[in-house]
């Protein structure tokens, strides 16, 4: 299975990585190629502004942790992983690091 990751945005990251470890899961090979936008998901979350000038780092605040257009000045992330962790349900970085687990146990590369 190969997806296409094509917007860093919480809510189609989500669904993006759910849908990798859970074919990873059923012994599927999974690829996921990141496009441009798709490449904030990869950001680690402790790191909140990148870039080597202004203009790299004022595109990486605008792309913090967004939520599409539900983003609300930061609340509608901030209600997605709290219903996410009521219903126990495993945040975006932490979906990566499992599909990098279940690709390693595999034998192929993540």
Do not use: C
């Not at 899961?25 to 870039?51: C, D, N, Q, S």
């Not at 004022?58 to 913090?64: D, E, I, R, W």
Request: hydrophobic share 50%; no cysteine.
């Amino acid at each position: 299975m190969t997806i296409v990751a094509w917007s860093g945005e919480l809510d189609k990251v989500w669904p993006q990585l759910i849908l990798a470890t859970t074919a990873a899961a059923y012994g599927m090979t999974v690829t996921i190629f990141f496009t441009f936008w798709g490449l904030f998901a990869l950001k680690r979350p402790e790191v909140k502004i990148t870039g080597d000038n202004w203009m790299t780092k004022t595109l990486a605040a605008m792309n913090h942790d967004r939520l599409s257009h539900l983003n609300m000045g930061g609340a509608g992330p901030l209600m997605m992983k709290k219903l996410a962790a009521d219903h126990k349900v495993a945040l975006p970085q932490e979906l990566l690091a499992t599909a990098q687990e279940l690709a390693s146990a595999s034998g192929r590369a993540a």
